[in-house]
């Protein structure tokens, strides 16, 4: 069992920066793969960014890349998404999660077995 605590979200305005951080309980989370999501009011939950569990691996959706950044320490048991040039367009609930198997879609928010509980992310313009 995991459990997944985000943190680090808040009102920015745009072109600025957040990091948002996500720590993990649970000795088997170093071997999962690590996913953040977003949801915007009246829209469906939606992939940001991902990474294997060995950080070989990362994945962005078209949207935020060159502007995201997603790491992790599995030695600490935590992940981060570094977040830049901001948009009001990237306000949402950002939720961290995390993939047991990891040999699916890691853009598939149905591979994702742990969520936590989201934290909100204000761009104002």
């Known amino acids: 069992q995991v459990q997944l605590v985000e943190s680090g979200g808040g009102l920015v305005q745009a072109g600025g920066s957040l990091t948002l951080s996500c720590a993990a309980s649970?000795?088997?989370?170093?071997?999962?793969?690590m996913g953040w999501f977003r949801q915007a009011p009246g829209k469906e939950r939606a992939f940001v960014a991902a990474i294997t569990w060995s950080r070989i691996r990362t994945y962005y959706a078209d949207s935020v890349k060159g502007r995201f950044t997603i790491s992790r320490n599995n030695a600490k048991n935590t992940g981060t998404l570094q977040m830049s040039s901001l948009k009001p367009e990237d306000t949402a609930v950002y939720y961290c999660?995390?993939?047991?198997?990891?040999?699916?879609?890691?853009?598939?928010?149905?591979?994702?077995?742990?969520w936590g509980q989201g934290t909100q992310v204000t761009v104002s313009s």
């Open positions: 649970g000795s088997t989370f170093s071997s999962y793969t």
């Open positions: 999660a995390a993939d047991p198997s990891g040999s699916g879609s890691p853009s598939s928010s149905y591979e994702y077995s742990y």
